[in-house]
Structures are given as C-alpha cells and as structure tokens.
C-alpha cells in the first residue's frame, strides 16, 4: 500500500511563489518516477512535472522557466517550487507516483492564483 501526501497549497498574488511537497509512504519500489498534476474547474487532469528516480524531468511547456521539480529519494519526498505564479495556475495540485505500471494518487492540494 502507497500513501501520497501533498502540502504547501494555498492563495498567492499573481507573481508570487509557492512550493508544494509531497510525501509518500509505504511498499515504494526505489525505481519509479514521481509527478505532479493539476485540474482546474471543468477540465482534465493535466501532467505539470514528472521526475524520475535517476533525476530526469519533464514539464509542461506552460510551466517551462516558471516551476522546477525536485526529490529527496531517502526521504520518499518530491517538492514542485513554482514562481511567477499566474491566475491560470489555479488548480488542485495532485501528487502522482508511478512504479512500472501502477500509479498512485494524492488527494490534492489547491493553489489559488489571484490577480
């Protein structure tokens, strides 16, 4: 059983920074690769960030320059800092871990962009 756990969301001005952790726990294979998602009102769920366990990432190309992943493999810890923050970063912020083909959810975190 894997438990995700996000922090760190909350309300920020236009152009301001937040940094939202995730924690997980439980029977996590050393290989996999960790991501962040968002869902805005009405839409789907998108890819932000993905990370791998050797350190590879990938983002979105509307959060290029703006957001940087990063994880603390022996703390089973992933950390998405996000600058320049805009209205249309508003979502609920979803951790996502994947080994070989199951993936696991957290409950999701809500960052709200005003402008």
């Known amino acids: 059983q894997v438990q995700l756990v996000e922090s760190g969301g909350g309300l920020v001005q236009a152009g301001g920074s937040l940094t939202l952790s995730c924690a997980a726990s439980?029977?996590?294979?050393?290989?996999?690769?960790m991501g962040w998602y968002r869902q805005a009102p009405g839409k789907q769920r998108d890819l932000v960030a993905s990370?791998?366990?050797?350190?590879?990432?990938n983002y979105a190309d509307s959060v290029k320059g703006r957001f940087t992943i990063s994880r603390d493999n022996p703390r089973n810890t992933m950390y998405l800092l996000m600058n320049s923050l805009k209205p249309e970063d508003t979502a609920v912020y979803y951790c996502?871990?994947?080994?070989?083909?199951?993936?696991?959810w957290g409950n999701g975190t809500l960052v709200t962009v005003s402008s």
């Open positions: 996502n871990l994947k080994i070989v083909n199951l993936n696991y």
């Open positions: 990370i791998t366990s050797g350190g590879s990432t």
């Open positions: 439980g029977s996590i294979f050393r290989i996999n690769t």
